[in-house]
């Protein structure tokens, strides 16, 4: 309970029990760089996993490297370089009752052998559907209306405050949902307990005019456009900048994707009084490469034969990348998603305004939240040493007020 200059506000919340009705799996499948994503999926298809279930990719690559050259004695040999994975992150969202059977055929496909030097996890949960939240919202809404009356009138009587007129501003706060782990244990047994959603409105008892306020939101799984590589290359001295081009052109770097070139001191101090500066014992080249998604396994092959091979002089060879989507498709889906979440604020102010006994009429204000994923807020597939299960992906919410009464 608060007070403001416009009356008394209170706020109610209910946690509500969901019979389940959506299981939700992700599946981490990893496998030797040479099993390309078509002969994966041909091997999971018995299990009903499909190109369109694809949520995240990420890779482990090798890193070649020198121990430090003691003068006059032969540069000790590169050691033996981890071979480079995939590993492929779907998400499968099924009905509680097919849980067993997609297990089945998961342990099927691992005793069988033909992921080969592969290896597959899945993790799972039940939760309530968009649907099933929907429903369970309009049966709690009366209850928080009542439970958020009942406080603000029991604080202004505490308070000693003047009786309120009237409620004139509601709030329909977005639902949180719990969830119910499905995949463990041998055999996983389903856990039909129930899956709890926590619904929450604020109200403000006072003068003035009706209001009504509502969050929508939506989230769509996107599929990658391009690919950004950053590569940093550690060189002897005496190689140029042209060489290093050289070396990347293969993987399609070129001179604007230079960044930054640093020197790296050999270590040895000048002797004293004297103002000779120490040669530089190498050089690092930082680089960074946006090309279309299609080439990011081209542009990896390349890499990686650098990695195996390095040319003369190179002495550390190391990098990342991530998928993305660019800004043109970013402003495009989010010209199609908001008149979705606004008539989705719209159909949610209408119940609300129900409950109330009210009338929506006109929208008074509206904001937008637009982001998620990584790298920035914007959706990325996440290349890296250890990198973590991300969903290419954008989350997009719309705040709005409507007037009532």
């Not at 782990?181 to 008892?205: E, F, I, K, N």
Request: charged share 15%.
């Amino acid at each position: 309970m608060a007070q403001t200059p416009e009356g008394v506000t209170g706020f109610a919340s209910r946690n509500v029990l969901l019979a389940p009705d959506e299981a939700i799996v992700e599946l981490t499948a990893t496998v030797p760089r040479d099993r390309n994503l078509d002969a994966l999926l041909e091997v999971l298809g018995p299990a009903g996993v499909r190109r369109e279930h694809l949520v995240s990719v990420t890779l482990r690559p090798g890193q070649i490297g020198f121990q430090p050259v003691t003068p006059g004695q032969p540069a000790p040999p590169i050691g033996s370089l981890p071979a480079l994975s995939y590993s492929y992150g779907f998400l499968l969202r099924l009905p509680p009752a097919a849980i067993p059977d997609l297990v089945t055929k998961l342990g099927e496909l691992e005793r069988s052998g033909r992921l080969g030097q592969g290896a597959l996890s899945a993790s799972g949960w039940l939760t309530a559907s968009e649907s099933a939240l929907a429903k369970g919202r309009l049966e709690a809404l009366p209850g928080l209306l009542a439970d958020a009356r009942r406080k603000a009138e029991m604080w202004r009587q505490t308070a000693g405050l003047a009786s309120a007129a009237g409620i004139v501003f509601l709030s329909d706060f977005a639902a949180q949902t719990g969830r119910t782990s499905v995949l463990s244990g041998s055999p996983p047994v389903l856990d039909q307990s129930g899956a709890t959603a926590t619904y929450s409105l604020g109200l403000r008892m006072g003068q003035g005019s009706r209001t009504l306020g509502v969050t929508a939101a939506r989230i769509v799984v996107l599929s990658p456009e391009r690919v950004t590589f950053r590569v940093s290359m550690f060189t002897a001295p005496e190689v140029t900048r042209e060489q290093v081009l050289e070396h990347l052109g293969g993987a399609g770097f070129v001179a604007g994707d230079i960044e930054s070139v640093q020197a790296s001191g050999s270590g040895l101090t000048p002797p004293p009084g004297t103002a000779v500066r120490p040669a530089p014992s190498g050089l690092t080249y930082q680089l960074a490469s946006t090309q279309p998604a299609e080439y990011a396994d081209s542009i990896l092959d390349a890499l990686d034969r650098l990695q195996q091979s390095p040319p003369p002089g190179v002495r550390n060879l190391s990098f990342s990348g991530a998928m993305n989507v660019s800004t043109e498709t970013i402003a495009a889906l989010r010209e199609n998603l908001l008149p979705i979440l606004m008539e989705q604020a719209r159909q949610k102010a209408e119940s609300l305004a129900q409950t109330a006994g009210w009338r929506v009429r006109e929208v008074l204000t509206v904001g937008e939240g637009f982001g998620g994923g990584v790298s920035g807020g914007f959706p990325s597939l996440t290349f890296g040493p250890v990198p973590p299960f991300s969903n290419l992906r954008i989350a997009s919410s719309l705040n709005v007020q409507f007037s009532a009464e």
